[in-house]
């Protein structure tokens, strides 16, 4: 982290999203699930949006190594846990291809992994995008540190009810900040600002998270 911190350079970009829709279809799911069957977090719903995202913007999904750029062919999402003495960001491995549930259970499992520090190797490698959520900690949003030679790691605050006015009317909205923390030398402003829009349209509108 100190190396990229002092050799890739960062920019940020930062954005509001709008959760309410989410909210309600993650109520809805944990209204129909089974006994014992895993309940897709909003986390699980970024990390799929992320990574359908990251079909359409494929710098996202890439890396910058000695001058040259290197777009990976998969999409393997990174999550953020936090462990007893460290941060370790184990792998969801094609994570665009994956439904909500199986990324719920994934994620859930290499959690537990971490905790019990059995997570093996091969599970903390691959990764070509990552997520970091702090919004457990009621921590609003924050400056991520891209994991290298990755090009870009998405930062998520929490969600909180905030009084919105739209076409006039006041109403209510659940709003999640995210920062996108981008590699300058592979991923540039508009690109990476095109991206962060589609995540936010695909959570806004998370019928098509279920594609």
Do not use: W
Not at 13 to 30: F, G, S, Y
Not at 78 to 92: D, E, H, N, S
Not at 111 to 124: D, H, Y
């Amino acid at each position: 982290m100190a190396e990229s911190k002092a050799t890739v350079p960062h920019f940020y970009l930062q954005a509001e999203i709008d959760m309410t829709r989410a909210v309600a279809a993650r109520a809805r799911l944990k209204a129909s699930a089974a006994e014992g069957e895993a309940l897709p977090s909003l986390n699980d719903m970024v990390i799929k949006a992320a990574a359908l995202s990251l079909r359409d913007f494929p710098r996202a999904n890439g890396a910058y190594r000695d001058g040259r750029f290197e777009l990976y062919e998969r999409i393997n999402v990174g999550v953020a846990v936090a462990a007893p003495a460290a941060l370790v960001v184990p792998t969801i491995f094609d994570a665009d291809r994956k439904g909500l549930a199986q990324i719920a259970t994934e994620a859930r499992e290499l959690a537990r992994k971490v905790r019990e520090q059995t997570i093996t190797p091969p599970e903390l490698s691959g990764g070509t995008f990552s997520v970091s959520n702090l919004g457990m900690f009621g921590v609003a949003n924050f400056y991520p540190v891209i994991n290298p030679p990755q090009a870009a790691i998405l930062a998520v605050g929490e969600v909180t009810e905030r009084p919105v006015l739209a076409d006039g009317e006041l109403s209510s909205a659940r709003l999640m900040g995210v920062t996108l923390a981008c590699d300058h030398r592979i991923l540039y402003g508009a690109e990476a600002a095109m991206f962060l829009a589609r995540v936010r349209a695909l959570l806004e509108e998370p019928v098509g998270l279920a594609l």
